[in-house]
């Protein structure tokens, strides 16, 4: 009789224990969503080019080409974003990319454009995409002479630029440039190998990569997850657009955000392209760094009849 009187006690612990179990799962705290980017191929807009050749992949997809700069450049910034925060940024596994891109046929350079941006950023997932480019690539070759010896003083520069892209809006989030420099010194009368405009760019693209890299507050940003309004502190500036012609289409940073007369909200500080266009008229732009001022009176851009020229435009005022 004994035995039997523990029964109901032990049957209360199993349903107890039983139901803890059940509810577990529920009480696991919630881990935040990673931000999903996709790092493009960079656009080499230099004349210092040498194409390698990739062995392929581990699942044994055929070989391919590339150019060594635009593959540096994006090894490095994958790197970099991998590195970052891996508990809140998520790189898009390159293979993948490229093989939906070849698959549909389409151009990784045409993803910079907004509309296409937000399309393919559903499609893979995605929610920014960072592209660059390298440019302005100078090579000064200076002779000198020091001990009777002619020396040869070579300085290669160059400019790489890095900007972001919001795959869910199609705003451009970040736009910057970072330059580096290389410098030989070589002996006139010794045989020089290998001193091509490449591999004397090289250096200097590795220099400019080293800066982004020290630049805290550009993966700081994306983990804020800024521009967009999602956790974003920083005061608001509200500018109104009237310019002297009713129902222009104005931009920003190449986003339509409305027509004329209208009145559009950017955060202090930030640097914006702000374009208004018409038909028949030459479009109007101007670049700003937004501070309180913009918001105290209105823009009041002037449209000009369209006319054999260029394109009216501005610098605008610094903050």
């Not at 960079?42 to 080019?49: G, I, P, Q, W």
């Not at 040869?152 to 970072?178: C, F, H, M």
């Not at 004397?200 to 997850?225: C, H, M, N, W, Y």
């Not at 002297?244 to 027509?259: A, I, M, N, R, W």
Request: proline letters at 5%; charged letters at 30%; one cysteine or more.
């Amino acid at each position: 009789m004994k035995a039997h009187s523990y029964l109901p006690w032990i049957a209360l612990v199993v349903v107890s224990s039983t139901h803890a179990l059940a509810q577990e799962p529920e009480t696991k705290t919630n881990t935040p969503e990673k931000l999903r980017i996709a790092v493009l191929p960079f656009d080499n807009a230099s004349d210092a080019r040498r194409i390698v050749k990739n062995a392929g992949g581990a699942e044994g997809r055929g070989s391919f080409t590339v150019d060594r700069l635009s593959e540096l450049c994006r090894q490095k910034v994958e790197q970099m974003l991998v590195n970052a925060d891996p508990d809140k940024i998520d790189v898009m596994e390159r293979d993948r990319l490229d093989r939906t891109l070849e698959e549909l046929e389409f151009d990784a350079s045409g993803l910079v454009e907004p509309a296409t941006a937000i399309r393919f950023g559903k499609l893979l997932g995605v929610r920014y995409f960072v592209s660059g480019i390298i440019h302005k690539p100078e090579i000064s070759d200076v002779e000198s002479r020091s001990y009777r010896m002619n020396y040869r003083v070579i300085r290669a520069s160059v400019e790489v630029d890095v900007k972001v892209l919001d795959a869910q809006t199609g705003r451009l989030l970040i736009s910057r440039s970072y330059d580096g420099m290389n410098k030989v010194t070589a002996s006139k009368f010794k045989k020089q190998r290998g001193l091509d405009r490449e591999q004397l760019i090289l250096p200097a693209v590795k220099e400019a990569l080293g800066k982004l890299q020290k630049d805290d507050s550009f993966t700081a940003r994306l983990r804020k997850r800024t521009g967009n309004g999602e956790g974003s502190k920083a005061p608001q500036v509200e500018l109104t657009i009237a310019p002297q012609l009713d129902g222009c289409s104005v931009e920003v940073d190449g986003l339509f955000v409305g027509t004329t007369p209208c009145k559009i909200k950017l955060n202090r500080g930030q640097v914006s392209t702000l374009r208004v266009s018409r038909a028949g008229y030459e479009p109007w732009t101007m670049k700003l760094r937004v501070s309180p001022m913009h918001g105290e009176q209105p823009l009041k851009p002037h449209l000009e009849k369209k006319r054999d020229g260029k394109a009216r435009s501005e610098e605008g005022i610094g903050g």
